[in-house]
């Protein structure tokens, strides 16, 4: 398994709460990316990095922000966590951009109630 | 906007029966992936196909790509249960700042003894 671990793997929160969800890896890889995952829709992007401090939005953006400020950790932070952002979210991870597979975190179960 | 739709969405078939899961995406591409999910798991990459015509097996699975079609198949042979999964195909596609997935909604497959 790629060495990837996200923390923690099960969160309950209420409404109107700030959350941070940790990606970790050690496989020096560039870029970083977390999805989430609901029913009925597969897997959307939320962020990515393509290298230290480096960012950018995915398709479902709003309402989450991400830093960057080692290679082997990427942060998702939930800033007012709301009923609609319970999901199961993924860390996932690849070498180079184009062409190149990733490989996905173990997941963290969010519930905001 | 790229648009990845899978289908059929829920498929249940006999072990020993084939059967094929088909992906087509709206845009331009010649990279696509196959990911395996097990039933609250993490995903698994199966195949990466990176050009007009690439075809890749591994065991009772078989993955093709036809860019000028923009249409991916996953094919299972002889299904066992240990095939039962929701299987994702995901398109490569130039963003921003590097090159993003967008993920088809899953097929659900069930293999009945």
């Known amino acids: 398994d790629a060495g990837i671990t996200q923390s923690p793997r099960h969160k309950v929160t209420e409404t109107g709460t700030p959350v941070t969800l940790r990606c970790h890896q050690t496989e020096n890889h560039r870029y970083m990316y977390w999805y989430r995952q609901d029913p009925g829709h597969g897997l959307r992007l939320i962020h990515y990095?393509?290298?230290?401090?480096d960012t950018d939005k995915g398709e479902v953006s709003d309402g989450y922000s991400v830093s960057r400020s080692k290679t082997e950790d990427f942060l998702l932070t939930l800033e007012s966590a709301t009923s609609s952002q319970t999901s199961v979210y993924f860390c996932?991870?690849?070498w180079g951009s184009g062409g190149y597979e990733q490989y996905f975190g173990p997941g963290t179960r969010l519930t905001v109630t | 906007e790229l648009k990845v739709e899978q289908n059929p969405l829920f498929l249940s078939m006999q072990e020993g029966k084939n059967y094929t899961i088909y992906c087509n995406y709206s845009t331009t591409s010649d990279r696509l992936y196959w990911y395996r999910q097990d039933p609250g798991k993490s995903l698994e990459s199966l195949f990466v196909l990176l050009s007009n015509g690439a075809v890749k097996q591994e065991g009772r699975l078989m993955a093709s790509l036809d860019t000028k079609a923009r249409l991916s198949t996953l094919h299972i042979t002889a299904a066992v249960h240990d095939l039962s999964a929701t299987y994702f195909c995901a398109v490569d596609i130039r963003g921003a700042g590097s090159y993003q997935l967008t993920f088809g909604k899953g097929t659900k497959l069930s293999v009945i003894p």
């Open positions: 990095s393509y290298g230290v401090k």
């Open positions: 996932a991870i690849s």
